[in-house]
Nanobody
Framework: QVRLVESGGGPVQSGGSLRLSCVVS????????MGWFREAPGKKREAVACIDTDNTPTYADSVKGRFAISQERARNTLYLQMDSLKLEDTATYYC??????????????????WGQGTQVTVSS
């Protein structure tokens, strides 16, 4: 059974940094891509960034230049380095995986497995 567990969220001041981690377990094959998503109260879940199996990243415009997605396949771990955090980055952050080698941030439907989420709260 595939399982995703996020960690690293918490309170942070505006302009600060956080690093999220997501440990993936249960896969019996390697062709799966990964991504980070977030959901703020009253808003739809949106993509933040995703990464292909060959380490090619894709970012939402709202986080370009501030966030960096990376992965360590040997450790089955996905990361999201978040710098220059803004109040509007406050949300529950989820990691997710989907079958294949190429990810996209334009639809959530191709992501099959999701973590339980980790809360990020940015304050002024």
């Amino acid at each position: 059974q595939v399982r995703l567990v996020e960690s690293g969220g918490g309170p942070v001041q505006s302009g600060g940094s956080l690093r999220l981690s997501c440990v993936v377990s249960g896969y019996t094959y390697n062709n799966y891509f990964m991504g980070w998503f977030r959901e703020a109260p009253g808003k739809k879940r949106e993509a933040v960034a995703c990464i292909d199996t060959d380490n090619t990243p894709t970012y939402a415009d709202s986080v370009k230049g501030r966030f960096a997605i990376s992965q360590e396949r040997a450790r089955n771990t996905l990361y999201l380095q978040m710098d220059s955090l803004k109040l509007e980055d406050t949300a529950t952050y989820y990691c997710a995986t989907g079958d294949g080698t190429r990810c996209t941030i334009h639809t959530l439907r191709i992501y099959n497995y999701w973590g339980q989420g980790t809360q990020v709260t940015v304050s002024s």
